[in-house]
């Protein structure tokens, strides 16, 4: 079946895009209502409000442990002039929550009386009604308890159950029905074989559905078929409220989302001048909310976040919640294209009295720096970048309080510094590690600037032939810090399982059939890389792949990994994370700068007692392979 006109992607800017589907929404009614046991409604929003249906306490009752009286028989009471009354005519024992005995109006606590024979000593008054709970001191027949609209709470229910009531009118729960689609997609509990892609995405997408007060149904994914993808998306509307579509709906020869929502529908946006995220659709099928995600992940994350999220308030008659938004300082320069929106992951930390925001990937398709990042930069279609040291709003993806903890390192990658932050999770629960792999100039610059309490370096200084020092005396001499070993390691080539093409040392790589990765700019990997090209008189130029770059040890293993590389700098711990044959060039130290300004605060200091004295953590270390860690914890330097 093909359609009788292609619908091409053509993007809107993302303001009236997210004007259009508010306008939308207004059309859309909200979800029925369905009446629920008190006891399993948390969470669930009301549709009706909540009257008390009886008193709380609906009698009146002792509100301590003592003897009930009658007030007026407790006159002239005083330390000099005690008063005994009589048990059982004018004072009768009770307990807390015990009905008061008819003709009594007062409480007296046990621990202001004695007891003498069959009479109980008090040595002051009572007020009328005092230590007594009367009837709706608490709740009041008829008394509203929860107005419509009104998200349940824990001491909602109580108050609920108190007022006599045992069922509530709720919103239904939204079902959203996801249909994976791709011929490529398959189940992610199948094995995956060359050109597979596991649907990770449903279950995301789902579970945000969940944290925002909504069902989802996930389908089996669908292929790349016009028939069975309108079938599918026509089975989803009958059965549910709102319909995602995962990939599908940008502008290529497999993209046959919007053309199937076009015939069943109307498609109210496709294409947003966003990053990432543009091929996103939004339309309706027979009054129903249809969504066209696009595939990548962060791409899907962002769409639910700007477009389902909304939906899913609106249909429970709420306003979306307003994500928590601090000011950051940028750590670095970012560039970004006019005429889109571009939505920026960021790392975040509190250094001194700022915080600073750090770029963590790009890619729609990187995952990882989704769900590492700690909040998100807008940086708007107007603008090309945000320059270093400027001031942004970051809308935050973890609390205020969990990176006010959190220690900010910035420098050269290594992979050891992934096995501290889990070391310093399990040993000091209140504190987390955030490392940005910048390399090791950025993270001498980073504390130069004051912006990170640890930077890691690896540069080698050829002139003294010593490793990280007279970098910090030449460019940190007015910084007071520390420089403290985490451990010697070896760096090398990075090649195939069984070296294929017979590597055997720097000078291959000038052959014309290797194909190298590199490290970025400014990283200790990429000056090592240089010098040893030089001492084997090999020009950049000849090295095929010499401008292509990585951030990390583990995505050059990778690149070589899957055959986009025949070779690489990298560490032998990623080799062997890999699976992948490693030739030794170097062994280099690798050092980690604790300014004085970072020493003071305690979450730097469980860093520092692990790195110095926990055993564990030196074991694992050396567990990784590739790594010497006779000096880790020792001060090297110190100014």
Partial sequence: MKPAQRIYLQTTPLSKALQRWREFLKGISLIDEELIKVTNALDRITSRPVFARMSSPFFTASAMDGFAVRFQDTFG???????????????????????????????????????EGDCIVIHQPVTPYQNVRTVGEDIVQTELILPERHKIRPVDIAAMLAGGNSEVWVRRKPLVSIIPTGSEVIDPWEKPEVGSVLDY?????GNMIVQWGGVFHRLSPVADDMVILRETIMRAVEDSDVVAVIAGSSAGKKDLTPDVVAALGEIIVHGVSMKPGKPVLLGRVKDKPVIGVPGYPVSAYIVFE???????????????????????????????????????????????????????????????????????????EESEGIGSESEVNVVLLRGVREIDNTVVCIGSHDNTLDLLANYLRRRYPAFSLSSAHVGSMGGIMAIKRREAHIGGTHLFDEETEEYNIPFIKRLLKDVSLRL????????????????????????????????????????????????????????????????????????????????????????LTAARALDLDFIPVTRERYDLIFPEYSLRLDSVKAVLDIITNDRDFRKAVESLGGYDTNDMGKVMYEQ
């Fill in 201 to 205: 995405n449903s279950f995301m997408l």
């Fill in 77 to 115: 009471a005083s330390e000099v002039s005690p008063l005994r009354l009589k048990l059982g005519e004018q004072a009768v024992e009770v307990s807390t929550g015990e009905p008061l005995p008819k003709g009594f109006n007062a409480v007296i606590m046990v621990e202001d009386t004695h007891q």
């Fill in 484 to 571: 403290i070993n985490l451990h010697y390691r070896q760096q090398g080539l990075i090649v195939k399982k069984g070296n294929p093409k017979g590597i055997k040392g720097i000078e291959d790589l000038r052959r014309e059939d290797v194909v190298f990765v590199n490290r970025q700019r400014g990283s200790g990997t990429r000056l090592l890389t240089d010098k040893v090209l030089r001492e084997a008189g090999i020009s950049s130029s000849e090295v095929n792949g010499y401008e292509r770059e990585e951030f990390t040890h583990m995505g050059v293993a990778s690149k070589v990994a899957s055959g986009a590389a025949d070779v690489g700098m990298g560490i």
């Fill in 306 to 380: 700007l477009f389902c999220k909304p939906l899913i308030s609106h249909l429970l008659g709420l306003q979306p919640e307003e994500p928590e938004t601090i000011k950051a300082r940028m750590s670095r320069p970012v560039t970004s294209p006019l005429g889109q929106t571009e939505f920026l992951r960021v790392k975040v930390g509190r250094v001194d009295d700022k915080f600073i925001a750090t770029p963590v990937g790009r890619g729609a398709g990187a995952l990882m720096t989704i769900q590492r990042a700690d909040g998100i930069i807008q940086i708007p």
